[in-house]
């Protein structure tokens, strides 16, 4: 089989490798689509914390059940999707529950080699039935979930506004789980074209591009002063952190998705007198999955539409730079590994 190796940043090879064998309580499957996400990007570029070279990239997985082993319920020819966040099950997170932020997380594509493969192996308990979504859905069922998940730390009621800072993929979940929620939506980007696409297809009435306009002044008179009860955070872009610590409300909370490798900076005074949460959202859990997969078959979340581009996976070392600059077209690309 064939597997694609991020050597070194910037640069990508074909490899041959043997099918994996398949152990006791692990899963042997066939890649059907995989979506490219920031961190591939970031890996790709050299600027993707925790992450070492070489690796095997990629970790929103649509596959097809080539070998279910001995111990699982799975068969072959079921499609499914992987919560890609291997924990270790005994640490202080894991024992309350929170394994998306295991002491010793391995997370496929990143800690360990990924799904640019023709096949991959992966533990059972990490499987997620497919339960009826096409092989398209269930590749965006990942970094949907990631935006449900933060979320969910939001604690948002109706009515509260949330500004979402970045439309990319991350964000445009978040936005997507945000309104579901009840919450007035305020979306922040640099990218005209994704602020578009956030008023067109999820009904958006405020969009700021900073570029253009001062978004602390268009926040003020949106809000009628009282800014935002929350910020999430999708860009993980440290000056678009710093600049939004002033965009909170009093008793505000911040939470961060995005991930960079710098500094945050912290006004003291402005932060306390607020009373505020600063929080960040990593990964998600297998009821974040589940509730994804729940919103897109009741038609409240449709991630086809987040999907602009397609590229076969024996062409993505060849077209991988073009996606990396197709700033103003590019939401979401998929990676079609049948054809």
């Known amino acids: 089989m064939k597997a694609l190796v991020c050597n070194t940043p910037g640069e990508f090879s074909y490899i041959n490798k043997?099918?994996?064998?398949?152990?006791?309580?692990?899963?042997?499957?066939?890649?059907?689509?995989?979506?490219?996400?920031?961190?591939?990007?970031?890996?790709?570029?050299?600027?993707?914390?925790?992450?070492?070279?070489?690796?095997?990239?990629?970790?929103?997985?649509?596959?097809?059940?080539?070998?279910?082993?001995?111990?699982?319920?799975?068969?072959?020819?079921?499609?499914?999707?992987?919560?890609?966040?291997?924990?270790?099950?005994?640490?202080?997170?894991?024992?309350?529950?929170?394994?998306?932020?295991?002491?010793?997380?391995?997370?496929?594509?990143?800690?360990?080699?990924?799904?640019?493969?023709?096949?991959?192996?992966?533990?059972?308990?990490?499987?997620?039935?497919?339960?009826g979504l096409t092989v398209d859905e269930l590749a965006l069922v990942e970094p949907l979930a990631i935006g449900a998940h933060g979320v969910s730390l939001a604690q948002l009621n109706k009515g509260d506004t949330v500004v979402i800072l970045g439309a990319g993929p991350i964000g445009l979940g978040t936005i997507a789980f945000a309104k579901i929620s009840g919450a007035e939506v305020i979306v922040i980007d640099v990218n005209d074209n994704r602020l578009s696409f956030c008023r067109e297809r999820f009904g958006i009435a405020h969009t700021i591009n900073p570029l253009k306009e001062d978004p602390l002044e268009q926040l003020s008179l949106i809000t009628n002063g009282e800014f935002a009860k929350v910020v999430i955070d999708c860009t993980g872009n440290l000056t678009a952190i710093n600049n939004a610590f002033r965009f909170l409300a009093h008793t505000g909370k911040f939470i961060m998705i995005g991930l960079q490798k710098g500094t945050i900076q912290v006004v003291h005074p402005e932060f306390h007198k607020r009373e505020a949460v600063l929080m960040s959202s990593r990964n998600a859990l297998p009821h974040d999955f589940a509730y994804v997969i729940d919103c897109i078959r009741k038609g409240l979340i449709k991630p086809l539409d987040f999907v602009t581009h397609t590229v076969s996976f024996t062409q993505v070392k060849e077209q991988f730079n073009q996606l990396l600059t197709a700033n103003d077209s590019l939401i979401k690309a998929l990676i079609r590994f049948d054809e």
């Open 18 to 131: 043997e099918i994996p064998s398949v152990e006791d309580g692990m899963v042997l499957l066939r890649m059907k689509r995989l979506g490219i996400c920031g961190t591939d990007y970031h890996a790709f570029e050299g600027t993707q914390p925790f992450f070492e070279y070489p690796r095997i990239l990629g970790h929103e997985i649509a596959a097809e059940v080539a070998n279910a082993g001995t111990s699982t319920n799975f068969k072959p020819g079921d499609l499914v999707t992987v919560s890609p966040y291997f924990s270790c099950g005994t640490c202080i997170a894991c024992r309350s529950g929170r394994t998306n932020c295991c002491v010793n997380i391995k997370v496929f594509g990143v800690h360990i080699d990924g799904a640019m493969q023709e096949y991959i192996t992966v533990p059972a308990s990490a499987i997620v039935s497919g339960e």
